[in-house]
């Protein structure tokens, strides 16, 4: 598919998982935007069908815009989505679809009853350019909820509360499910985890023990969640965190945005699927006639301390793992590195296991920045030498290390001398290519390293570095466009440019095979 791609909208239906998504189908630049439709088997494999959804509606004649999908009931499903009414204002308004058929289990037409379009409209006060994706509705005491996100006097975040009892007429609630000055909320998502620990996914109308809300913020570009109490009956939330909105945590500390869970009843799993968008020039993205992409699925828990998610590939792509090299008990001094044989790394799914000698000389953390991992990532990159660390992996790397894209980990100890972990993706020497935009980006481990210990996993592919530290507590996606080092010539290496010893307890590095995306 030639165009530019963005926000995606995930359910599962009867045996195929279906992801619409934003899509231009005139460039690969944003606008004309229209969902287009794709379905797998396997959340890895997808073939492409015609566009779900576009304008063709006064309520939606200029655009269609992000939602979501729920299941009824009954199992038929439902659609809900922004839509453009006027574009001198870009006025947007709520409106729903169901399918022509739904005994089609690719759901490959929709409808949008006339009668109802639109349902939802920016009036008391809202301010309709910044009224926008609806989240799958759930279901309590008689009624189906959904969100959709807005902004308050220009800075106040928020959730508005919509009611229904039929999903057909739906009513603004008086007051919001949540809100912080924290400016416009995009994509908001709300939905129930399972117990600490518990790996389990709940379905969105489930009661759960806890609850995630996250937001996309206009502002940043980043996506960022709290866990807290959901009050069924006042259509409240309350994060745990009594800070609140002030230590909220993110997905994905890299280019990650936009993002949307769905609940898969196969494997009774919550799914998230983000959208990166590209880092190079306008003209190189004409050129190659794409931009956007969607990251690798991953399942989404609460970790045991029910303080945060945990993040983790889903188990599909695993498939797509062929010829493996291992290596073992090898031990990097400081200043050394070695590389990984063996094997194509261009497209390579790498696990490893670190462990470090003495955390003695662990760096002293400047508490300047407490709030700010990614300034801190690059004052001190991959490059700058330090007491634990930097040590970790060198992607996407030529031969003679002209091009090289480092993702690692760095410990520091605070004012208690408890150990700081950093954990970054380094990408400014990823490419000699100019007009390239190459942040570091960088976030926090919670994790316990007085032991020595951390893992890392990073899915490499081609333009796309995907990392979870310390089995996905921090995450970290980057796009990244070498020049030299590309396919038979992208090199993988373990570095350490510490001043303690790190051992390699464990590295296994698989060749990725490339997955099916076709046209039907």
């Known amino acids: ?159 508005f509360v919509y009611r229904s009892r039929d999903f057909r007429r739906w009513r603004r609630a008086r007051k919001p499910l949540h809100s912080a000055a924290t400016g416009m909320w995009e994509c908001p998502d709300f939905f129930p985890v399972s117990g600490a620990g518990l790996e389990n996914g709940l379905d969105t109308s489930e009661a759960g023990p806890k609850y995630v809300l996250k937001n996309s ?126 094997l194509a790394t261009y497209q390579a799914d790498v696990e490893v296991s670190f462990e470090v000698s003495s955390l003695d000389r662990a760096e002293p953390f400047d508490a300047a920045y407490a709030n700010d991992a990614q300034k801190l990532c690059g004052v001190k990159g991959a490059d700058a030498k330090g007491g634990v660390g930097p040590f ?9 290390l002209q091009e090289k894209t480092a993702v690692f980990f760095r410990v520091f100890k605070d004012g208690y001398g408890k150990p700081k972990v950093l954990m970054c993706t380094d990408p400014t020497k990823s490419s000699l290519s100019p007009d390239l935009y190459k942040p570091t980006f960088a976030g926090f481990v919670d994790t316990d390293i007085s032991s020595g210990k951390i893992t890392l996993r990073s899915l490499i592919d081609r333009s796309v570095v995907e990392s979870f530290g310390a089995g996905g507590r921090t995450c970290i996606l980057s796009r990244v466009y070498p020049s030299i080092a590309v396919g038979k010539d992208a090199h993988l290496y373990v570095f350490n440019n510490g001043e303690a010893d790190i051992k390699v307890s464990h590295l296994t590095a698989w060749e990725m095979k490339k997955p099916l995306m076709n046209g039907a």
């Open 1 to 159: 598919m030639v165009g530019n791609f963005g926000t995606a909208a995930p359910m599962y239906y009867k045996g195929w998982y279906h992801l619409f998504y934003q899509y231009n189908p005139k460039g690969a630049v944003w606008g004309n935007i229209v969902w287009a439709h794709s379905v797998s088997r396997d959340l890895i494999n997808w073939i492409a069908l015609e566009p779900a959804i576009y304008p063709s509606i006064p309520s939606d004649q200029f655009g269609c815009w992000s939602g979501s999908a729920t299941l009824l009931p009954d199992g038929t499903p439902a659609i809900t989505y922004t839509g453009i009414s006027r574009s001198d204002i870009n006025y947007q308004v709520q409106n729903v679809a169901f399918p022509k058929n739904a005994s089609d289990p690719l759901l490959r037409e929709w409808v949008k009853p006339a009668e109802l379009n639109p349902i939802a409209v920016p009036e008391g006060g809202i301010n309709a350019t910044q009224f926008r994706d609806p989240t799958t509705a759930w279901y309590a005491d008689g009624h189906w909820r959904m969100l959709v996100g807005g902004v308050r006097g220009g800075a106040r975040g928020l959730a």
């Open 217 to 342: 913020l206009d502002l940043t570009r980043y996506d960022y969640y709290t866990v807290g109490s959901y009050d069924r009956r006042r259509d409240r939330y309350v994060p745990d965190d009594p800070a609140g909105d002030e230590r909220r945590r993110r997905y994905d500390y890299g280019n990650f945005y936009a993002s949307k869970t769905f609940y898969d009843p196969a494997k009774r799993r919550r799914v998230l699927l983000g959208w990166a968008n590209e880092s190079d020039s306008v003209p190189d993205d004409k050129a190659k006639g794409w931009a956007g992409i969607h990251a690798i699925p991953r399942k989404i828990w609460l970790d045991p301390s029910g303080k945060q998610l945990l993040q983790w590939p889903v188990e599909e792509v695993e498939k797509l793992r062929g010829k493996p090299v291992s290596v073992a008990g090898k031990v990097v001094k400081p200043g050394q590195h070695f590389e990984v044989t063996g």
């Open 392 to 400: 970790g992996l060198w992607v996407l790397a030529s031969a003679d």
